[in-house]
């Protein structure tokens, strides 16, 4: 099954699915400990506990600001 972060599910299907949501605590996010993933969309990244992309390095660039 795909998994998509919470970027690349609202670009893809225009609401974030969650795939990747629930994977680490708000804690670890406050922490900065995230989890790493692969996303269909943005390849290998880290998400926080909400699924959001937070990698600068991913393709998509979802973690560098803007």
Not at 47 to 60: I, R
């Amino acid at each position: 099954m795909a998994d998509f972060c919470k970027q690349c599910s609202i670009e893809t299907f225009g609401e974030d699915m969650e795939d990747l949501a629930g994977l680490s605590k708000p804690e670890d996010t406050t922490n900065g400990l995230f989890a790493v993933v692969l996303c269909e969309g943005c390849g290998p990244t880290q998400v926080d506990h909400t699924g959001k992309c937070v990698a600068p390095d991913c393709m998509e660039k979802h973690g560098t600001a803007a």
